[in-house]
């Protein structure tokens, strides 16, 4: 690890210091820029008025519900969401977020398990929220984000403009409301079918603490704008993409939606932008496409990144002037990416930083809050996770004889436990405090995480030997022919041992372009036959793959869109 000074911070134990601080610090930056209507203008919020929203549904909530609750989320990324979030933590209870992908029975499901009485929800949610309403005996009140005149709802709004009223007749219950930021606060599902997700408690120093490590490794500017689009209900945009730029200053843009990417970079020129991989790979690959496109485009690039190379020895960098155009595509500013949720090809990190964009990836978990390892923006390796984040104490359990073992870790971002299953929660905490991750991995030499694999996904052959599914999955992804993969273990009987098999979903575009348009399925299984023969090269024997699966449509996947291996 090398010995750079970490970047300040300022100390919070909860949410309310948090915007009161942003108040104080940063009080002429806008904390959000959102839209009140698909493809209209964006609208800026400052602190000041960002406070006030908070006091105003804050106190009318209060109001409503009489006692500390359970209040749900259910809506894509509004305004209504961040001002709701911060109204609940910091006065009425504890807040559960909620998956909008998710269907009504599920969504009921998870109310009930998670004891809520209130759900605050979209005017896109309304026919999920119709249907609690008939199913779901535990929720009392069923608040809409927008106005309606149905009888069944209450309306946002209007809670707010009574909480006004109140305040000004002097209620100062909701900002004087005691917070205890070591109790559970947060109630998060983990992505997963409803009979398997867990419900992570979290309290607010949990995740305060979390954004104060994440400070210390990555710099953000005040005069940052920042672009969310990822869900809010995760933990990952949560934490880093609202709270945490709260936190330092920063003004969040909200993106209307993926198909709003590329317009809503250049109207909101942003600087910072969370990603998971498959979002980096896709603009990768358009800028591949049209790099490809013709040779003297190739070559001109291809100097153009030796050149730059060549004169940031002298620390002259002419990136953003080389790489206008590619920029451009981003809105022109950015400079900050920071990826998680999966890992990611290093090569694709470093063509980002080649072209003057900072690429980092971390590693994280809702059990964690969720940051446990962060690659810094001053000291990095793109094929590691990062560092562990500072006030933790993170190490490999059980190693192997290659050092591969369990990350355990043990902090003040570790979660409170899953709520109301003891059985889970002593599953995954030891008797010494530590959580056990499920990844598997090392540490090097320099201090970096490095992950090979999940626990649950491990293949063990007949000879005792380890083979990570991960690892083969990640060099297929490699070539351009495959789209997706999952490598599992099965029982050869005339061996007698476990064989490797491949079942693989190719990108059939260019699968044609090899091809031609019509390939028969005998075509495209020797194709793929020769993607693993090329894989198996770079394997040991124990490791490489007896068995090619063609599989002619996508895996199945969970709402964060990651694949079902099971």
């Not at 930056?29 to 105003?56: C, H, R, W």
């Not at 209040?71 to 909620?98: D, F, H, Q, R």
């Amino acid at each position: 690890m090398k010995n750079i000074p970490l970047y300040k911070i300022y100390e919070v134990n909860n949410f309310r210091e948090i915007v009161k601080k942003r108040v104080e610090l940063f009080p002429d930056t806008p904390v959000f820029m959102y839209k009140q209507k698909k493809g209209g203008e964006y609208v800026s919020v400052l602190p000041k008025e960002y406070e006030a929203d908070i006091n105003e549904f804050g106190t009318g909530l209060k109001a409503l519900l009489k006692k500390p609750s359970r209040v749900a989320i259910l809506s894509e990324t509004k305004y209504e969401w961040y001002v709701s979030y911060m109204a609940i933590t910091n006065g009425n209870g504890c807040v559960v977020p909620l998956d909008k992908e998710l269907k009504s029975d599920d969504l009921e499901s998870m109310l009930k398990r998670a004891e809520v009485d209130t759900l605050i929800f979209s005017r896109s949610k309304k026919n999920v929220a119709d249907e609690l309403i008939e199913k779901s005996s535990s929720v009392k009140n069923f608040i809409c984000m927008d106005d309606d005149d149905n009888p069944n709802y209450l309306g946002w709004h209007k809670i707010k403009a009574d909480g006004k009223k109140l305040l000004d007749d002097g209620d100062t219950s909701f900002i004087d409301a005691p917070i205890n930021e070591n109790e559970m606060s947060i109630l998060l599902f983990t992505s997963g079918t409803t009979s398997k997700s867990k419900a992570v408690m979290l309290s607010q120093r949990n995740i305060c603490t979390n954004v104060m490590q994440m400070f210390q490794y990555v710099n953000f500017y005040n005069d940052d704008i920042f672009l969310s689009m990822l869900p809010l209900h995760h933990t990952y945009e949560c934490t880093c993409g609202f709270i945490a730029q709260v936190y330092r200053g920063t003004t969040v843009a909200v993106c209307e939606g993926l198909r709003y990417i590329t317009t809503n970079m250049k109207e909101a020129k942003p600087s910072c932008i969370l990603m998971v991989p498959a979002m980096l790979q896709m603009f990768y690959k358009s800028i591949q496409k049209k790099l490809n496109s013709d040779p003297k485009i190739r070559r001109k690039f291809d100097f153009g990144v030796k050149l730059s190379s060549f004169l940031l020895k002298f620390n002259i960098d002419i990136r953003k002037k080389l790489f206008k155009e590619i920029l451009d595509t981003f809105g022109g500013n950015l400079r900050l990416l920071v990826l998680g949720g999966a890992p990611i090809d290093p090569d694709i990190l470093g063509f980002f930083q080649s072209i003057g964009i900072v690429a980092i990836q971390g590693y994280g978990l809702t059990e964690c809050s969720p940051i446990l390892a962060l690659n810094r923006d001053v000291d990095f390796k793109n094929n590691s996770a990062g560092l562990p984040v500072t006030m933790m104490d993170v190490k490999v359990d059980n190693p192997d004889d290659d050092g591969i073992g369990e990350f355990i870790a043990k902090g003040p971002s570790i979660f409170l436990g899953y709520y109301g299953d003891e059985e889970a929660t002593k599953a995954v905490m030891d008797s010494d405090g530590y959580y056990h991750t499920g990844d598997l991995g090392y540490i090097d030499e320099d201090g970096f995480v490095i992950i090979t694999g999940r626990k649950k996904n491990v293949i063990i052959a007949k000879n005792g030997k380890n083979v990570f599914p991960e690892e083969i999955e990640y060099l297929l992804s490699l070539n351009p022919l495959v789209c997706e993969s999952v490598v599992s273990g099965i029982h050869d009987d005339k061996k007698d041992d476990i064989i490797i098999v491949a079942t693989i979903y190719p990108d059939m575009d260019q699968v044609k372009a090899q091809l031609g348009d019509n390939p028969s399925e005998e075509q495209i299984q020797n194709l793929l036959e020769n993607v693993s023969a090329e894989v198996n090269e770079k394997l040991q024997n124990y490791k490489k793959i007896k068995k090619t699966v063609y599989r002619p449509t996508e895996f199945e996947k969970n709402t964060s869109k990651k694949i079902k291996r099971y």
